[in-house]
């Protein structure tokens, strides 16, 4: 094997390092809360990369140092975004003049690193949201641009002379570095994101346990209180006691009603798939909300679409109480009053619900915990009706989707498949 392979491999030790201590921080991550070091870390890791592989260049003579540093460097702003790349950019430079001072070399790599600070830090914008795949490929392209582009400043700019072999060997192993690397660190994130995820799964199923049994221990008193009342009611020969009678019944039954529709979640699979008319559920909902919207100055708009299609399968109460979840949240999400708007729209194949608020917002950690068990940020909140509403809409095969902008607005989006 070549001396400059040798070399480079060494380097791509100093890449994999800190991708093992990134693995490590992220377990350590949900045993202390320190999400906001997240950022920090990956940077800080990306330079300790960094240097480590610039400590251990191979030189092939005319000032010129060879290593892996542009592995770190590229990915590290892919995930990182700009603020990153500025961080990098002038580590590397700083570095790279107070090891081998101002010669050739380091020419090639104030053009080479700036111009690929740029070309990455744009990049990094949509790099996020791109599958795995388009994530490998981009990557260890922009890392053999980056020797390209070195390549070029050397030869063309600075008449530098190149053993042409070597140069295909660094164009390999960079490129295959980039590949490991990037998939590592997807695989790293992955496996965060599946603890998280368990996690949150973890607390909902003790959550789910309890309900089933405190749902079970409020309707048994409550079917005693009303056996009682009824034998009173049908033995009650005064009308006026009897009206009295006739409404704690039926107040009782909504009781008993709301206990059973609020704790379902227990048993997330509906009991009874029916056919639903999104149209009635929403206005139910809304006649149902309006004594509260009322009361916070909260005024609701309707637009619903009433075309014939718009019903879906799944159980009635479980969608109305979903709905009221949300929409309830969003009225108190504006206790100075405001707007709150509901639409309903039929994109066959789905049916998509969007409550629309002009309350308080959420930040994206918020929202991001949305959902999990006793989450509130109310002096007097349960942290139950998100959590309810997620798992009965998941329950009928429903997506629900929020946007947020802190201080100003909320966007609920639910769909359904239409039946
Ligand atoms: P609770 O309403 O009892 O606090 P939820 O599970 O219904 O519990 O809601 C959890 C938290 O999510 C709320 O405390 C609130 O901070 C936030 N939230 C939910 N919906 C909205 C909304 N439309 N606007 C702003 N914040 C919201
Ligand atoms: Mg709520």
Redesign the pocket.
């Known amino acids: 094997m070549e001396l400059i392979t040798k070399d480079l491999l060494i380097n791509f030790l100093f890449i994999l390092l800190p991708l093992f201590l990134l693995q490590m921080f992220y377990s350590l991550k949900f045993v202390y809360s320190i999400d906001k070091l997240k950022d920090t870390i990956f940077t800080i890791l990306c330079l300790v990369s960094i240097i480590l592989c610039m400590l251990f260049p191979f030189s092939v003579g005319d000032g010129l140092f060879w290593d892996l540093r542009r592995i770190p460097f590229i990915i590290g702003i892919l995930y990182g975004g700009r603020k990153t790349a500025f961080i990098l950019l002038s580590s590397i430079l700083v570095i790279r003049f107070f090891l081998w001072g101002e010669n050739v070399g380091f020419y090639i790599a104030v053009i080479t690193f700036t111009i690929m600070a740029i070309i990455v830090s744009y990049v990094s914008s949509f790099y996020s949201k791109m599958s795995l795949g388009n994530k490998l490929w981009v990557s260890s392209l922009l890392v053999l641009l980056s020797t390209q582009i070195t390549f070029v400043t050397a030869t063309v700019i600075f008449n530098v002379n190149l053993n042409a072999e070597m140069w295909i060997e660094f164009f390999a192993i960079a490129t295959v570095g980039s590949l490991l690397a990037t998939l590592l660190i997807e695989v790293i994130r992955m496996n965060s994101d599946l603890l998280e995820k368990l996690m949150k799964a973890e607390k909902l199923e003790v959550v789910s346990h309890l309900a089933a049994s405190i749902s079970h221990e409020v309707r048994n008193p409550l079917t005693t209180c009303k056996g009682f009342l009824q034998l009173s009611y049908e033995g009650e020969k005064s009308p006026e006691i009897k009206q009295y009678l006739g409404t704690a019944i039926k107040e009782l039954d909504r009781a008993s009603d709301i206990v059973n529709d609020y704790l379902t979640f227990a048993k997330p699979a509906p009991e009874k798939v029916e056919k639903v008319f999104i149209f009635e559920e929403v206005q139910r909902v809304v006649k149902v909300l309006t004594p509260l919207a009322n009361m916070q100055d909260v005024q609701i708009f309707t637009n619903l679409d009433e075309s014939d299609n718009t019903f879906i399968l799944g159980d009635r109460r479980k969608l109305e109480q979903s709905l009221i ?2 929409v309830k ?2 009225i ?2 504006m206790p100075e009053g405001g707007k709150l708007e509901i639409n309903t729209v039929v994109d066959y194949p789905v049916v998509r619900i969007e409550i629309r ?1 002009e ?4 930040t994206q950690q ?1 929202i991001h915990r ?1 959902g999990e068990p006793y ?4 002096d007097h ?7 309810v509403s997620f798992s009965l809409i998941k329950s009928m095969h429903g997506q629900i989707t929020v946007q ?1 902008e802190v201080g100003k607005w ?1 966007f ?1 989006t639910i769909e359904f498949p239409v039946a």
């Open positions: 979840n949300i949240n969003g108190e999400s608020d309350g308080k917002g959420m918020q949305l989450f509130t940020m109310k909140g349960t942290g139950l009706g998100m959590m947020s909320t609920f």
